[in-house]
């Protein structure tokens, strides 16, 4: 019981920092009126937004939470419910203190950088501490209940279903109003971005907050979750009890090294900001892996280096994939620079050159994870641990300094917004340049996150599929069985599927507030002049109202086609269904996200100066490729890890249901 | 001995035939000294280009051959010289006589359609029977004297090598030209597609030439050769003799029937050309059916059922598949006219929608290939012969029909050269009229044979993936192994790898190509006015070195990858590879085919006059998006097939080797 005490204590001195820090940084002043004007618009909108989203969500949450009833029991319905909950939560908690501080760091950047980080870093904080120890009560709370890592499952696809629909919802609200905005606003009638005639503008930073903090943090809170409900499920089916908390314990250390790294974010006048992120996060890590060999000492597990060494494996391998995440799109390298030469010839081989080295970017990707897992199972073996339980402790692992990360993560969007508040009051040339300085880290930490999340979300959905086999009980998946070939089939087919129905989304839904913002220039007199306030609230309408429609399609694909291919072709070939889909999944993920990555900064090379600046045919080819990564990178890339998530904890929550009655039994 | 013998005639008769038709083309004349002009050109630079690629794939056929010989032995070296020759043969055949044909074709143009579409049709047919004559006599002559399908495996391995190198190196080829004459000659100078003006014309449609004939040819030489072998393997691993040489006796069956089959091709002058090839395909399906009925109780196979039903099935899913391929890409529908449509907002939107829809399109096929490969299996059992026996019948009944198909696809070419060669020799209106007629049913039938490829490679892969399980002895590929998992990864990586590396290629070539144009048209005096002829040679030879130069590193990784993974991580992950790689494959190949498609035609359907027609805004997105698309549908897509047919036969060569040798064993 001391365990789970820890546990509770741990999240509980997460939620009440985050408190300490909410009220901290809403005590933070800001007397411009501009600041304030832009700021309200921003969290109206965002509260409109997220109030239709959860009322969406509530009542397929109870549809959901019904069928888990019919069909299982109540506790993992009520489970469920607690799952959705949690994650809506921390999600609402980060919004809410995000739109309210960007007004904030733009008025503290006039007194210099010193000043204006803390409010930024800490306001991110809010989300990065409720996130984790929101989870980590919510788990503990659940298992001390029930003592079923079963129950504990529902919380997982509670969470797990919010975040899909949260991100893809995000994603396509974000980049319907972004590309609306830049399509009109930029390319016919030559506005400035965040010019405030443009009647998306405000739609387009609302998009932001919800794409950036909500869905990134639902996404992440439903990652470390997953993983320490994987790793639950296989120490209970195959070890006790002690092997089924151990993670919560890993889950409060993580928390008290997020608390401790945290400390070491700081930075003086002259300093980099991004520096300042990077210590904290590097500090995080040493404290928690000397955390980690201290706990498994102390509690006395039975062969405790065959969990420390996979465990310190997979967040070694979390800071790799995340740091070297951004090699092929950062502005230094060759496949950005080689991309902006090639718009030279216009905008056809500038497609072809990011969409390749997007391909090509897989595969450094694709080999550390592969390394990771391998590693883990090995040395998990090699000290008399089972090879499935390796690789799932390689996910905690990774994911266990997720209370750092989120909060450098959030930061991000924040002090982009803080930019905008600062253009639109019209500050001092001072001024915004330290909201650039402040952004440019935002951006890095963003970048690191991106690589983190997909490496998290693979090793997690790894410990899942071997979770999913357990709860099942099969021994093996074979290959040389035609279901589980069809399976793999089918399962692979999903995440390009997924992709290509949210795209086309945006694609719809732009091309409506492309008309709206069209009719608003051209219609309403004094507009584009600058003399009648656009109504923004239209725009915001819009946004919302596409996104919240078109999630219906991709979000009955992502629940029903796993249980449906359980329930025709069985159990083993819904294992090769998962085995498919996580493969795809994280393909596209990485493809897409780097790939948009990549358009994006080719367009700010040039508008740096580069090929003949902005205005020249090169640039013009560079804005095409920016438009077009621009759902790759936020909409359907991030929605994938989350897809693949989902449909894993599908399968194990109604696995055992599947292999009694399905049709065909491959 | 029967069988064998029937399978020599067959294919005797079907070379014999080829002969004859060949020399009925060549005595056709052509009056018209522009014509033999345009056309000897072409075949020069055509001429050109095999002549290197031999050259060069001669010293790697020399080297894989010695490799083979010192790991393996003598009987499959030469099997592997003996496959290299012969679809290098078949090839160069339906090159020769294609580059020949188009003036003669051009030329009777002029008397009508109903004395133009014959020799079209015959010069095509060339091709279809030397691919299926020299494939079955060099299968069945090393079957008669060695006896033993794993020398056979040998030539089916050199047939993949040569077509592999054949079309990703024409498709370097044909795109690099294509994108360099479009992006210069159209976009900046105004030219008209085929303008003599331009010096890379030529190039172009030598490209056309090398891409869709030699390159398609070698193509499905390979997966008819590959679909035998793995019967021939697993009938010598689960049954005996009869059931090795029972594909042989079909392969003989499909050739008479495709000789039947070609006596309904015959047009009168106002019919459609396109429904003489249709009813061509039908006949030749109908004749099959009955003869595999026929022979399956003729020879007094135990189980003729659980035989003849799964060759049908998969003939009949290669005919659905290759006929509903082109709805995606089809002028008249959905998704074509969406992305036309979508080009009025600008170029982002457009390449989105005909990238989503690629996507989807991919969802039918992957049914029908699942659907193909259930029914297969589960008949196959139902009659009591083993499902993968059955599952690799469904692609030797899929590819018998070959004979036609090649005769039909390679049609489409040497029309489409022969309007180029009107156009040079500017010919009457009429003329040209006639050509377009011819042209437009070359297209349809294109777009059968990509799909059918596609299909006819899956069914090919998912056999060998059987017989490579069989040939190293493994009874279960596990999903929960670690190492098999780390080799989905890996394999799922190559296809987009392989992919964007071909792009990245054209990308390069493209850009030398136009800056050979460019100077050209600015520096040589004369060119631009039409006074001094272009010097087409440069173009024809920066093409020719970038396609070589560029398939090295591509060309290296098909081969070495799998021999790699599996002498480091055993043939349990090496079964993961290929399982990985077949399923990626397929969707690149698909998506890619169908995306590329989609372009091109949304570009038509404005051209025809749609959102503004030729010259508008609209227009001109759309030309950037057939652009795009190019080296999607002809060089990267195309070439997947290959590369996983590649793969799997190597990894069954070299699987017995690896299976002794490798590092971990998994």
Same mark, same amino acid.
């Given at each position: 019981?001391f365990?789970?005490?820890?546990a #509770?204590?741990?999240?509980?001195?997460?939620?009440?920092?985050a408190?300490?820090?909410?009220?901290?940084?809403?005590?933070?002043?800001?007397e411009?009126?501009?600041?304030?004007?832009?700021?309200?618009?921003?969290?109206?909108?965002a509260?409109?937004?997220l109030?239709?989203?959860?009322?969406?969500l509530?009542?397929l949450?109870l549809?959901?939470?019904?069928?888990? +009833?019919?069909?299982?029991?109540?506790?993992?319905?009520?489970?469920y419910l607690?799952g959705?909950?949690?994650?809506?939560?921390?999600?609402?908690?980060?919004?809410? =203190?995000?739109?309210?501080?960007n007004?904030k760091?733009?008025?503290? !950047?006039?007194?210099?950088?010193?000043?204006?980080?803390?409010?930024?870093?800490? @306001?991110?904080?809010?989300?990065g501490?409720?996130v984790?120890?929101?989870?980590?009560?919510?788990?503990?709370?659940?298992?001390?209940?029930?003592?079923d890592p079963?129950?504990?499952?529902?919380f997982?696809?509670g969470?797990?279903s919010?975040?899909?629909?949260a991100? @893809?919802?995000?994603?396509?609200?974000?980049?319907?109003?972004d590309?609306g905005?830049?399509?009109?606003g930029?390319?016919e009638?030559?506005l400035?971005?965040?010019?405030?005639?443009?009647?998306?503008?405000i739609?387009?930073?609302?998009?932001?907050?919800?794409?950036?903090?909500?869905?990134m943090g639902?996404d992440?809170f439903d990652?470390? %979750?997953?993983?320490? =409900?994987? =790793?639950?499920?296989?120490? !209970?089916?195959?070890?006790?009890?002690?092997?089924?908390?151990?993670?919560?314990?890993l889950g409060?250390?993580?928390?008290?090294?997020?608390?401790?790294?945290?400390?070491?974010?700081?930075?003086g006048?002259g300093?980099?900001?991004?520096r300042?992120?990077n210590?904290?996060?590097m500090?995080?890590?040493i404290?928690f892996?000397?955390?980690?060999?201290?706990?498994?000492?102390?509690?006395?597990?039975d062969?405790?280096w065959? +969990?420390?060494?996979?465990?310190?494996?997979?967040l070694?391998?979390?800071?790799?994939?995340? *740091?070297?995440?951004?090699?092929?799109?950062d502005?230094d390298?060759?496949?950005v620079?080689?991309?902006?030469?090639?718009a /030279?010839t216009?905008?056809?081989?500038?497609?072809l050159?990011?969409? $390749?080295?997007? +391909?090509v970017?897989?595969?450094?990707s694709? #080999? &550390?994870i592969?390394?990771?897992?391998v590693v883990a199972?090995?040395?998990?073996?090699?000290?008399?641990?089972a090879?499935?339980?390796?690789? $799932?402790?390689a996910?905690?692992?990774?994911? $266990?300094?997720?209370g750092?990360?989120?909060s450098?993560?959030?930061?991000g969007?924040?002090?982009d917004?803080?930019? &905008?508040?600062?253009?639109?009051?019209?500050?001092?040339?001072?001024?915004?340049? %330290?909201?650039?300085?402040?952004?440019?880290?935002?951006?890095?930490a963003?970048?690191?996150t991106?690589?983190f999340?997909?490496? @998290?979300a693979?090793l997690?959905?790894?410990?899942?599929?071997?979770?999913y086999?357990?709860?099942v009980?099969?021994?093996?998946?074979?290959? /040389?069985n035609?279901g589980?070939v069809v399976?793999?089939f089918?399962?692979a087919?999903m995440?390009?599927f997924f992709?290509?129905l949210?795209?086309?989304?945006?694609?719809?839904?732009?091309?409506?507030?492309?008309?709206?913002i069209r009719?608003q220039f051209n219609?309403?007199?004094g507009?584009i002049?600058?003399?009648?306030k656009?109504?923004?609230d239209r725009c =915001?309408?819009?946004?919302?109202?596409?996104?919240?429609?078109?999630?219906?399609l991709?979000?009955?694909l992502a629940?029903l086609?796993? %249980?449906?291919?359980? #329930?025709?072709?069985?159990?083993?070939?819904l294992?090769?269904?998962?085995?498919?889909?996580i493969?795809?999944?994280?393909?596209?993920? #990485?493809?897409?996200?780097n $790939?948009?990555?990549?358009?994006?900064? @080719?367009k700010?090379?040039?508008e740096?100066g580069?090929h003949?600046?902005?205005?020249?045919?090169a640039?013009?080819?560079a804005?095409?490729?920016?438009?077009?990564?621009?759902? *790759?990178?936020?909409?359907?890339?991030?929605s994938?890890?989350?897809l693949?998530?989902?449909?894993c904890?599908?399968?194990?929550?109604? &696995?055992p249901l599947?292999?009694? %009655?399905?049709?065909?039994?491959?």
């Amino acid at each position: 019981m001391f365990w789970e005490v820890s546990a #509770l204590g741990a999240g509980g001195v997460s939620i009440a920092v985050a408190l300490y820090l909410y009220r901290w940084v809403m005590s933070q002043t800001n007397e411009s009126k501009e600041m304030a004007e832009f700021s309200s618009a921003i969290q109206s909108g965002a509260a409109a937004y997220l109030r239709r989203l959860f009322q969406a969500l509530g009542i397929l949450a109870l549809v959901v939470a019904a069928a888990i +009833l019919i069909t299982l029991d109540w506790r993992t319905a009520l489970s469920y419910l607690a799952g959705s909950t949690c994650s809506g939560a921390a999600a609402y908690a980060g919004m809410y =203190v995000a739109t309210r501080a960007n007004a904030k760091v733009a008025w503290a !950047a006039r007194s210099g950088l010193k000043k204006a980080f803390p409010v930024g870093f800490y @306001a991110g904080a809010v989300m990065g501490l409720s996130v984790v120890g929101l989870a980590l009560v919510g788990m503990t709370v659940l298992y001390v209940v029930f003592r079923d890592p079963e129950v504990v499952l529902g919380f997982s696809f509670g969470a797990s279903s919010l975040a899909l629909l949260a991100k @893809a919802g995000g994603g396509i609200y974000t980049k319907t109003a972004d590309i609306g905005a830049d399509l009109v606003g930029k390319v016919e009638f030559n506005l400035a971005e965040d010019d405030p005639r443009n009647p998306a503008v405000i739609a387009d930073n609302v998009g932001d907050n919800v794409g950036d903090i909500a869905g990134m943090g639902a996404d992440i809170f439903d990652s470390y %979750v997953a993983s320490v =409900v994987a =790793v639950m499920l296989l120490g !209970a089916a195959l070890y006790g009890e002690k092997y089924v908390v151990f993670p919560l314990l890993l889950g409060a250390a993580g928390i008290l090294s997020s608390l401790i790294g945290m400390l070491f974010v700081r930075t003086g006048e002259g300093n980099d900001p991004g520096r300042a992120l990077n210590t904290g996060t590097m500090a995080t890590t040493i404290v928690f892996a000397a955390m980690t060999v201290g706990a498994a000492h102390a509690v006395g597990m039975d062969r405790p280096w065959g +969990l420390i060494v996979p465990t310190i494996a997979g967040l070694l391998a979390g800071i790799v994939i995340g *740091f070297t995440s951004d090699y092929f799109t950062d502005i230094d390298n060759k496949s950005v620079q080689d991309t902006a030469n090639s718009a /030279r010839t216009g905008t056809a081989i500038l497609i072809l050159q990011g969409f $390749s080295y997007g +391909l090509v970017s897989i595969v450094p990707s694709i #080999l &550390g994870i592969s390394a990771a897992m391998v590693v883990a199972w090995v040395t998990a073996q090699h000290f008399g641990i089972a090879g499935t339980y390796g690789v $799932s402790m390689a996910a905690v692992g990774m994911l $266990s300094i997720t209370g750092m990360i989120i909060s450098a993560d959030a930061y991000g969007p924040i002090v982009d917004n803080a930019k &905008g508040c600062a253009e639109a009051a019209s500050e001092s040339e001072e001024t915004i340049r %330290v909201c650039d300085r402040l952004d440019a880290a935002g951006n890095t930490a963003k970048a690191i996150t991106k690589g983190f999340a997909i490496g @998290a979300a693979a090793l997690t959905v790894l410990a899942l599929f071997a979770a999913y086999a357990e709860t099942v009980g099969i021994d093996v998946i074979d290959l /040389r069985n035609p279901g589980v070939v069809v399976g793999v089939f089918l399962g692979a087919m999903m995440p390009p599927f997924f992709s290509a129905l949210t795209i086309l989304s945006v694609g719809r839904n732009a091309f409506k507030m492309v008309e709206e913002i069209r009719r608003q220039f051209n219609e309403v007199p004094g507009v584009i002049e600058g003399k009648v306030k656009p109504d923004s609230d239209r725009c =915001v309408d819009i946004a919302t109202r596409g996104a919240l429609r078109e999630l219906v399609l991709p979000g009955m694909l992502a629940f029903l086609t796993p %249980v449906g291919v359980g #329930l025709v072709l069985g159990k083993n070939a819904l294992g090769g269904f998962l085995a498919g889909s996580i493969v795809t999944g994280i393909i596209f993920a #990485l493809f897409m996200a780097n $790939s948009g990555g990549l358009w994006d900064n @080719a367009k700010k090379f040039i508008e740096d100066g580069a090929h003949g600046g902005p205005g020249s045919e090169a640039h013009k080819a560079a804005v095409v490729g920016d438009t077009v990564g621009d759902p *790759f990178k936020d909409t359907a890339g991030p929605s994938l890890n989350t897809l693949i998530t989902v449909m894993c904890l599908a399968a194990s929550l109604f &696995g055992p249901l599947i292999a009694k %009655v399905s049709l065909f039994g491959f």
